[in-house]
């Protein structure tokens, strides 16, 4: 039932030829602002896509061009690590405008990577601006793929040479190592809370944010358990920080995330949550990933009996989202609660692979609606029929119901909410999805 997961997509090419336009139209959102003015991305926006029963991460970067624009300089820095951390380019060129100096600029980096790349004739609405795609074979890119971004013609083209093209990877043989990553916002103390996890000094520590520059896995055992924590690179607030090992940082995160079952939202006692803190997890509830919240430097905190209770309090105001998400006070530099941590880790762990048997979760599905029938909506009144656990990691559980049309979300929210009390979902996401009944699933 799950999408099969392929990699990261970079969309790149000179300012203004429609590349936020493109972004939108294939991750089916408005996520990237669109505006007639060259340059108004400068920093990446990111969205997970799926197509054809496959889902990979599309990075919407800035334009490229050779006059000393505001930012240019960092803005050519970022795509050329965007370039260089995707698994493959979709380069955009303005079919109205014809070629320029900045295509030929843009079509250089690209093929100085070594990348795979899909090239994208944009713009072109009618027949008269077919025939100034042709000029663009000059770059030595080959046949181009003409698209319009703006009228979604040949964007479904452009979505099937972009699943075929990425790198499938090999299948990851099943073993029993919890793989979790630490992320947050730069000097939370990710890396010091690596080394107290791993009880030796791995990974550099510094009191400057910003010091981890790329993701580390460090496989390890505790007890008769083996471990793999990924830390990540501090990821600072989109639009604001331009130096490039900013950049470099966010996508190794995207990438430390994509590769971990459990996400460690790492959050700093003494300055609270910030903005910031609610960007950086979003990525790992897009991925049903599971997530820990860890309040780390609770030593620097003065305390009461009440101090804990009312920070968890603040914490689950602040993430009412993430109501699922086992809360841990630790503080790196003492060491304490860190057995704690572990503790939270495995049981997450176990949670995250939880599988339920069919006739007992029918059961529990029964008695919810006899308890709480479901309100008239849309028409009707929906009624589940039978109940079926597909996969776990997350666990994903079908619905087979008399009309998907008739469930309205509080009820929805209510079943989700009996199956948490029922089972041991602590940390974990739980995918619900409806079926008509006899549908195949």
Not at 312 to 320: I, L
Not at 327 to 332: D, G, I, N, Q
Not at 351 to 361: F, P, Q
Request: glycine share 6%; aromatic share 8%; net charge neutral.
């Amino acid at each position: 039932m799950d999408n099969k997961r392929l990699g990261i997509v970079a969309i790149v090419g000179s300012p203004n030829v429609g590349k936020s336009t493109l972004f939108n139209r294939l991750c089916g959102e408005r996520k990237a602002i669109v505006d007639d003015e060259a340059g108004i991305t400068r920093d990446r926006q990111y969205a997970l896509c799926n197509w054809l029963g496959y889902t990979f991460t599309l990075i919407d970067t800035g334009g490229v061009e050779l006059k000393n624009a505001p930012f240019q300089k960092q803005i050519r820095a970022q795509v050329e690590l965007a370039i260089d951390e995707a698994d493959l380019i979709v380069f955009v060129v303005d079919g109205q405008v014809g070629l320029t100096n900045d295509d030929i600029l843009a079509a250089k980096m690209i093929r100085k990577s070594s990348k795979p790349y899909i090239f994208c004739v944009n713009k072109i609405d009618e027949a008269l601006h077919l025939s100034l795609a042709h000029q663009f074979y000059s770059l030595g890119l080959g046949e181009p793929l003409v698209v319009s971004s703006s009228h979604g013609v040949g964007v479904g083209e452009l979505l099937n040479k972009i699943v075929d093209t990425l790198p499938q990877g090999e299948e990851k043989e099943e073993d029993d190592t919890v793989t979790f990553c630490l992320i947050g916002r730069p000097n939370v103390g990710k890396s010091s809370l690596t080394n107290a996890i791993l009880k030796e000094d791995r990974v550099i520590v510094s009191d400057i944010a910003g010091t981890t520059r790329d993701s580390i896995d460090t496989p390890f055992i505790k007890g008769d358990k083996k471990y793999t924590v990924i830390d990540t690179a501090g990821l600072k607030k989109r639009g604001k920080i331009y130096e490039s090992i900013d950049k470099y940082s966010a996508i190794r995160a995207l990438k430390a995330v994509q590769r971990s079952e459990i996400v460690l939202l790492v959050i700093d006692a003494n300055e609270g949550i910030k903005d910031q803190d609610k960007h950086v997890i979003e990525y790992a509830t897009d991925l049903k990933k599971a997530i820990i919240i860890v309040v780390n430097k609770w030593d620097l905190i003065e305390k009461d009996p009440h101090t804990m209770n009312e920070f968890s309090s603040y914490v689950r105001n602040e993430y009412k989202f993430l109501s699922y998400a086992p809360l841990v006070f630790v503080s790196a530099l003492t060491g304490a609660r860190i057995d704690t941590l572990f503790k939270t880790i495995d049981m997450v762990h176990e949670a995250y692979h939880t599988r339920i048997k069919t006739s007992i979760l029918n059961e529990v599905m029964q008695d919810a609606q006899m308890m709480n029938p479901s309100p008239h909506f849309n028409g009707g009144r929906i009624k589940i029929y039978y109940a079926s656990q597909v996969t776990s990691a997350p666990p994903t559980i079908v619905l087979f119901v008399n009309d998907v049309n008739y469930l309205h979300f509080s009820y929805l929210r209510y079943i989700e909410n009996r199956l948490r009390e029922t089972f041991n979902f602590d940390g974990t996401p739980i995918k619900i999805l409806l079926r008509k009944r006899n549908e195949k699933l």
